[in-house]
């Protein structure tokens, strides 16, 4: 089965590395800055030409209130009229962008993502949803893939039904951990009654599909009271669960300076709050899916990872990754056919060529013939588990063996491990290998030996 894992604490201490978490390859750290919006309308206009689908992830960067533990790009305020311009300069934006896309290319795929999304007001959200209506062809009959991230302080049942009434059929909300101390501790409190109304009200509303978010080696939290967590997260039975591991990297994000790292658990304390956790989740019946992430087997994640469709994006796994994925918004990734694109991570930067009619493409890459390859095989181990050679030769007319005869040793050594079976024709991942694939992974990556670890999570 595809969801089978096996714990293995000799493994894990041997092949838990810093890594990066391949939403790509190669990785965001490999891109420069001699990649423009010349770049970008080149990639639109292939994209134009092929008709291919489209995703779009729209980036909302602000947050009433700063978690510490967050590393991602956003902007602490309580002034909710700081909204109103970067909405503005984000319609901008959009229409800068559709209009070297062709309007028949449907939108399979959205995703709103932060910050908070729900800092806007209801009317800024219709705004936001109108505009996008206006200038790319979202579908209407609900059979899109539309999401949205929710912080349950942010959101009540009108806030549901509108982006219910918008067109959003799935929702990611925001957790973490239930237990008190562990939440003044990262500055995060969140009663389990917000986040069960949230969830009920998805319900009502028929929303698609509900993914929570839990985060484990936080300040405070043990065992036993991750435990506890885990528990209640269950009896809410969310489609689908991320399991993330918090990296302390306070030289890198500024409000991880708050926590005091005395208050950290063990690593050890950490391995034994993800295996507890696996052992309830597949006690209740999730699929482990990989890299942190859960489903029920009626999932569309575990049914594409059954049917071996599974794909990896900057969005995670998705069903989605044939599309053309355009990033709007402040520090937004796109990912169009051969280019990687990443808009400025400055917001005054992001609104100021906007203002100038400019997008704000500030670095990015495109793949080259071994990027490309490298990217095929990542892929699969990382969604599949699995990697028949005979398809990369086909599909990329080389002899593998010959092409990756330097990485031999190394696979064969992670096969004496029982980290994967490695014969003549394939590898495969086994059970003991599955949660340590982002080591297997980064036997392939070009790219990992002239960086610097320190900027990657580990493994575990």
């Not at 929710?150 to 049942?157: L, V």
């Not at 599909?395 to 029982?418: C, H, S």
Request: aromatic share 10%.
């Amino acid at each position: 089965m595809l969801d089978a894992i096996r714990w293995d604490s000799d493994l894990i201490r041997r092949y838990d590395l810093a890594g990066p978490r391949y939403t790509s390859y190669p990785t965001a750290v490999q891109f420069h800055g001699q990649v423009g919006t010349f770049d970008l309308f080149h990639a639109l206009r292939d994209s134009r030409k092929a008709q291919r689908p489209l995703s779009l992830y729209v980036h909302v960067p602000f947050c009433a209130n700063i978690c510490y533990y967050c590393a991602c790009n956003k902007v602490i305020t309580k002034d909710r009229g700081r909204a109103q311009p970067y909405l503005q300069r984000l319609e901008q934006e959009i229409q800068l962008i559709a209009c070297h896309l062709d309007p028949a290319q449907t939108v399979e795929q959205l995703h709103f993502g932060g910050g908070t999304p729900t800092f806007l007001s209801h009317d800024e959200l219709r705004q936001l949803m109108a505009h996008l209506r206006k200038h790319f062809n979202l579908l209407n009959d609900d059979s899109g893939d539309y999401g949205i991230e929710i912080d349950p302080r942010e959101a009540d049942w009108s806030t549901m039904g509108l982006l219910r009434e918008l067109g959003f059929n799935r929702v990611s909300i925001g957790l973490q951990d239930l237990d008190p101390a562990v939440q003044r501790a990262v500055n995060r409190l969140q009663s389990l009654e917000e986040t069960r109304a949230v969830i009920d009200a998805a319900r009502t509303l028929q929303f698609r599909s509900i993914n929570i978010d839990l985060i484990y080696g936080l300040p405070k939290q043990t065992p036993d009271n991750f435990a506890r967590t885990v528990e209640e997260v269950i009896s809410l039975q969310p489609d689908r669960l991320s399991v993330f591991n918090y990296a302390h990297l306070p030289e890198r994000f500024m409000p991880q300076r708050r926590i005091n790292s005395s208050d950290l658990p063990s690593p050890a304390h950490k391995l034994e709050m993800l295996q507890r956790t696996i052992e309830q989740l597949t006690a209740a019946g999730y699929r482990y899916i990989g890299m942190d992430h859960f489903a029920l087997p009626d999932d569309e994640l575990a049914i594409a990872q059954e049917e071996q469709t599974l794909q990896r994006n900057f969005q995670g796994y998705t069903t989605h990754g044939h599309c053309d994925l355009i990033g709007l918004g402040v520090s937004a990734i796109s990912q169009i056919g051969d280019l990687y694109c990443q808009n400025s991570s400055d917001l005054n930067a992001y609104q100021n060529s906007l203002a100038s009619a400019q997008l704000a493409t500030s670095r990015g890459l495109v793949c080259n013939a071994d990027d490309r390859l490298r990217r095929a095989v990542i892929q699969q181990l990382i969604c599949n588990f699995k990697l028949e050679f005979a398809e990369i030769e086909q599909q990329f007319n080389i002899d593998f063996q010959g092409y990756f005869g330097a990485l031999w040793p190394q696979l064969q050594g992670m096969a004496e491990d029982g980290l994967i079976r490695f014969e003549r024709e394939r590898i495969e991942v086994l059970p003991a290998g599955r949660l340590l694939v982002r080591s297997v992974c980064m036997v392939f990556d070009a790219y990992l030996e002239q960086q610097n670890r320190l900027r990657f999570s580990r493994v575990i």
